[in-house]
């Protein structure tokens, strides 16, 4: 457990029975406990958070507190494992509760179930009587002692073929353990004094990876389970570790590891389909090989940290930007990777100042909705801006209806999220009603480290890019819902605050500038 010294210090000590108990003796003995503060580092930066009050014991106040669920995917040899012990011990360090939710199926798996097993009717097959085409749903890449035992994918596989009637349930059936062991600890981070960090080993969404698509539909509707709840709503963040069969493939190894036996080529397979499960959650982050595996672990940290709102000064490298393209004619579906389609409306609300921005993304499909409410604030620094995001329920998110701010125009959009070259894409298609302005725009956004070569080489070659707007003021997404035209090229000059003008013209017409409102777009 870590704690905090009075001089800002942090101390890592292992926690046992006896060491709780004399910390609640010591804290009988001293009824008015000491405060201390998680200092920051001075430097500013993207991303800040103000500075968290604890008490000796680690707790926050209740309307403080943050329960935030993540989910650790990818390929084989991905950093997985390595990725979960460097994320608990970063959190623990600054007093957060960490739980780790383990992968389902290998608990269950474990146990004694082999698919075999689960799809023939016949004796399982031994060393002496075992031929390839007898179980054609096995990972080719398995030996002979693998296809006699227990594996998540070929369980899958199974699962699909005609007769795998037993594996298909068994499989349903591990869905519904993981959600039941994933709300388990979701409950004790709710319960939980502290701010709670839930890591899962996979997710959800996971088992889709190696199911038949109409299997896999016929499953969600047996259940009553939808996309929007089981991916969306579940996970506040999703981190894709590629695997080091792609973009690192000397470091790629089966060794010591009992559970893995692909080659390089189907680890590049089984690396993309895990990621192209996830594709449409709002939060997905591809952590890839661009760098070595020590910066990946931090860029990894580093994710988490941005999304919560954490400062981590320079303790970690910076690394992804937000980057905006400007595309024209878009082409036809078939032209596109896989994709899910969203439906997103944005309502801008009136704020508490001139320096802070509220708004609410309603997010779907097929009628099942997401919702967000998004605050931008200055950091302590008054310099770099951070956002905090909270998910909403209906209720709450009607409630805040009721603070729209009626100089903006409600934006609608059709939103495309797709996954290609490792680079995961949000392209928003926007809709009327809305600003003449806003009409026929269309917005590629992304999140990468690359630049020069590397970044042109990965974005999508079917779309028509016109040009990178990252930065433009045109295409920031709170002025294009203003009522009002906000140029900063007119005579007057515009304040910061919600499009106002200043009494008195400048002498000369200013120079456009990046507005302080130019937000992510959620």
Known sequence: MATLLSNGQQSVMATSNGQEQQQQQQQKDEPE??????????????????????????????????????????GPCGGKTTGQSRLCTFFENLGWKVFRVPETATVLLSGGVKFSDLTEKEDPPTPTTFVYKDLPFAAPEHSLIDLTASCPRCLAK???????????????????????IENTYFELGNSSN?????????????ASAYISKDKWEKM??????????????????????????????????TEDHACRSEGVDLARELDYKSAAAWVGHPYFDVIDNSTNFESKMNRMIESVCQKLGIDVGDRLQATSRKLKYLVALLPPDSEFPPFADFDVVHHYLQSAGPKVQA??????????????????RPNVHGQARIEVKTQLTHRDYMNLLAQRDDAHFTIYKKRRCFLINNQYFQLDIYKEPGHPRCKGLVLLETYS?????????????????????????????????????WSTTKKFCRSATHGKQDDQPPEQPPKKQYHPYDENSD
Not at 232 to 253: K, M
Request: proline share 5%; hydrophobic share 30%; net charge positive.
């Open 449 to 485: 480290s690359l630049t020069g070569d590397a970044l042109k080489n990965c974005m999508p070659k079917f779309l028509n890019i016109v040009k990178e707007v990252t930065g433009d003021p045109d295409y920031s997404m709170f002025n294009l819902s203003l009522k009002e035209d």
């Open 158 to 180: 199974a699962a699909s073929r005609p007769n795998g009637s037993e594996a298909y349930k068994f499989q349903e059936n591990l869905i519904r353990t993981m959600v039941q």
């Open 359 to 376: 708004r609410l993304r309603k997010r779907g499909q097929k009628n099942h909705w997401s919702y967000i409410h998004t605050q931008r």
């Open 194 to 206: 502290r701010n709670c960090l839930i890591i899962c080993d996979r997710g959800v969404m996971d």
């Open 220 to 253: 969600m509707a047996g259940n009553k389970w939808n996309p929007v709840e089981m991916r969306d709503n579940r996970y506040n963040q999703i981190l894709h570790l590629v695997s080091a069969a792609n973009g690192a493939e000397d470091f790629y190894s």
């Open 33 to 74: 406990q000491q405060q201390v503060e998680i200092r920051k580092s001075s430097s500013p930066k993207p991303g800040a958070m103000p500075s968290l009050k604890l008490n000796r014991m680690g707790s926050v106040s209740p309307k403080d507190k943050r329960v935030y669920k993540i989910v650790l995917t990818g």
